[in-house]
């Protein structure tokens, strides 16, 4: 387990927008043998969450955002290179993920992207503020299994029903699994959009696209 002091510490980082000493504390936890994850979990997606939500009231202004999000993101892809792939359980299947069109919130989802790449899946990372084409085109290159659609806003939120719809008029939908996930959305949400299952958070997403695909 990671202490304490250290976590305390990676924490700051991302509020400092410190990328070297955030990269710093990773070796440190990966030379003592320790679980990377626990510092995503523990410290670094906390930090970005508090800082999200200092945001969204006002706290703290969209250029610290910006430059909190690119350390996360530059950490979450260290993490993702030094954790083991499950090759031995290696599961056939390509997903599909972006946050939707208007929104420009991509921390969780970068955070679902590493986890699939953890667990061996083929992953496709659209980005964010991805329009309905972009996510229709793909899932036709890629014959993608499952779609994931992030919206971290309620003003975006409709853009995840405008997905279903897209891709019906494509007459894809039939061919491909959708999962809906974002701070507003709900269960009742993704029902009532006709998605096939709801993330609650970044490991519930991933346990529930591993479902899909079997």
Do not use: C
Not at 71 to 98: C, Y
Not at 124 to 153: I, P
């Amino acid at each position: 387990m990671i202490s304490s002091e250290i976590l305390e510490k990676a924490r700051q980082t991302i509020f400092d927008f410190d990328k070297d000493g955030a990269e710093q504390i990773i070796d440190q936890v990966l030379s003592g043998g320790e679980n990377p994850l626990e510092l995503l979990e523990k410290a670094f997606i906390p930090a970005i969450n508090e800082i999200g939500e200092k945001f969204n009231v006002g706290e703290m202004f969209l250029p610290e955002l910006i430059q909190a999000a690119e350390v996360m993101k530059h950490v979450t892809n260290l993490i993702s290179e030094a954790l083991p792939k499950e090759s031995n359980v290696k599961q056939k299947g390509i997903v599909i993920v972006g946050t939707v069109e208007g929104d420009i919130h991509d921390i969780g989802k970068t955070l679902v992207v590493t986890l699939l790449d953890v667990h061996g899946l083929t992953v496709h990372d659209l980005g964010r503020d991805v329009s309905m084409d972009v996510f229709v085109e793909k899932v036709k290159e890629t014959g993608a299994d499952v779609v994931g659609s992030g919206a971290l806003l309620t003003t975006t939120m409709p853009k995840q029903k405008e997905l279903e719809e897209a891709l019906k008029e494509a007459g894809i939908r039939q061919d491909v699994k959708t999962i809906v996930g974002g701070a507003p959305v709900t269960q009742r949400w993704a029902d009532r959009i006709g998605a096939d299952a709801y993330g609650e958070d970044a490991h519930d997403a991933v346990r529930k696209i591993r479902e899909l695909l079997k």
